[in-house]
Nanobody
Framework: QVQLVESGGGLVQAGGSLRLSCASSGRTFSSYVMGWFRQAPGKEREFVAA????????NYADSVKGRFTISRDNAKKTAYLQMNSLKFEDTAVYYCAASGAYYARSPNEFDYWGQGTQVTVSS
């Protein structure tokens, strides 16, 4: 069982930055692909970024490419999402998730989810 807890959300002005963290309680954190998703009111949950077990490969949604960076520290059992140049349309609840698959991008490929953290970008 893996428990994930996100932190770092908040209110920021457009153009600003935030760093989200996702702490895992499981002992096998390094066995999971980690991903970040977001869900805005009235919209479906959408993929933001993912990182492979060792951190060697990352993947991003086109909407955040060049602005967001996903990373992980397996020793600390924590994944991160550095968000720069934030836009109003980045406003959403952000979720981290863990997948036992070799590679994952779709929500249904992820096995464990955090409770989410709100990110609000003011224009």
């Amino acid at each position: 069982q893996v428990q994930l807890v996100e932190s770092g959300g908040g209110l920021v002005q457009a153009g600003g930055s935030l760093r989200l963290s996702c702490a895992s309680s499981g002992r096998t954190f390094s066995s999971y692909v980690m991903g970040w998703f977001r869900q805005a009111p009235g919209k479906e949950r959408e993929f933001v970024a993912a990182i492979t077990r060792g951190g060697g490969t990352t993947n991003y949604a086109d909407s955040v490419k060049g602005r967001f960076t996903i990373s992980r520290d397996n020793a600390k059992k924590t994944a991160y999402l550095q968000m720069n140049s934030l836009k109003f349309e980045d406003t959403a609840v952000y979720y981290c998730a863990a997948s036992g698959a070799y590679y994952a991008r779709s929500p249904n490929e992820f096995d464990y989810w955090g409770q989410g953290t709100q990110v609000t970008v003011s224009s």
